[in-house]
């Protein structure tokens, strides 16, 4: 779109995305002012909220996308928040639950592997 205000407003009233300016190309009359939302948090959030407004079609595609998120869900939480099941809650912040042990465990095993294949590799070198 050309009109940074459109775009700007668009922004506003969603509260989520970002706002890029791309100068015209050669084919191109004007400049351009793009509105984008890359984090999947933001975008599952917007979707939610304008579904009641699609046609089948795209309400199709948003049960698809939610459907996508549920099979893979995000690995990081919220800025500032550590989610259960990673190196990070077991370590820095001394959560002893299942999942948290298993992500420090299975960062251990490939610790000692690298360690491992490291020494293999210096016997190797030095024979």
């Known amino acids: ?5 459109i775009i700007e407003r668009i922004q506003k009233v969603t509260g989520v995305g970002y706002i890029n300016f791309r100068k015209k190309r050669k084919h191109q009359t004007k400049d351009v002012w793009e509105w ?3 984090n999947r948090r933001e975008v599952l ?5 304008v579904r009641s407004w699609m046609g089948e079609r795209r309400s199709q595609r948003i049960e698809e996308m939610e459907e996508y998120n549920k099979k893979n869900p995000l690995k990081r939480q ?3 928040r550590v989610q259960h099941g990673t190196r990070a809650k077991y370590s820095k912040y001394g959560c002893r639950c299942e999942p948290c042990k298993f992500a420090e465990h299975k960062y251990y095993l490939k610790r000692v592997e690298r360690r491992n294949a490291k020494k293999n590799l210096e016997k190797n070198l030095v024979s």
Request: no cysteine; glycine share 18%; hydrophobic share 30%.
């Open 45 to 49: 959030s917007l979707i939610r909220a």
């Open 1 to 5: 779109m050309t009109d940074r205000d």
């Open 36 to 38: 984008g939302v890359g």
């Open 78 to 80: 919220e800025k500032g």
